[in-house]
């Protein structure tokens, strides 16, 4: 019989049985592993713990900012409405007028397409030449850019320009014009 090939088993192997001290090595290596796992999956829970609250904190985080951005929006907005704009604006504020022909209006506070219909009017109707008064489409241009209003496509002015240039022409040159019905006067 040879007894080389079993030389290096262990005593009982041969037969299915394992010896004890292997037994313990699996034992330990398979609580170690289980071991292993359960700090693992602790470890894992934790990290998925963490990054819901990040997920939580940044979506706190992002409606905050919203609701910040849009109140900042709302309290310009009403700044921009109540806030005086006379930067642009050449008409007398100080309640002295400059001519016999120059009105001053006190107004509590003045808005910019206000301000750039004053400083039109002011520039164009001011000294004008009763045998050529200012076109109305160079004055809705002039208003047009000094708002940043587009032209329409067939490069007239915008339909705004144009009604804020109506509404500075004179009362009597649209009577002289034709160009609009005078409504009846109660």
Request: proline residues 6%; hydrophobic residues 30%; aromatic residues 6%.
């Amino acid at each position: 019989m040879d007894h080389s090939s079993n030389e290096r088993q262990l005593p009982g192997a041969g037969e299915g049985v394992t010896p004890p001290g292997a037994l313990y090595a699996w034992q330990r290596r398979a609580q170690q592993a289980e071991d292993d796992v359960r700090r693992l999956t602790e470890r894992l829970r934790e990290k998925e713990r963490q990054v819901a609250d990040m997920g939580k904190v940044l979506i706190r985080t992002a409606a905050l900012h919203h609701a910040i951005e849009e109140r900042q929006e709302q309290e310009l907005e009403s700044l921009r409405a109540t806030a005086p704009t006379w930067k642009s604006c050449r008409c007398a504020s100080d309640g002295q007028s400059e001519g016999p022909d120059r009105v001053t209006v006190h107004l509590p506070y003045v808005t910019e397409i206000l301000s750039v219909m004053f400083d039109a009017m002011d520039t164009f109707w001011s000294g004008y030449d009763e045998n050529n008064p200012p076109k109305s489409s160079a004055v809705a241009h002039a208003i047009d850019e000094r708002l940043n209003l587009k032209a329409q496509p067939n490069g007239e002015a915008s339909r705004s320009g144009q009604t804020y240039a109506s509404a500075i022409r004179p009362d009597w040159i649209k009577e002289t014009d034709n160009r609009h019905h005078a409504r009846p006067r109660p």
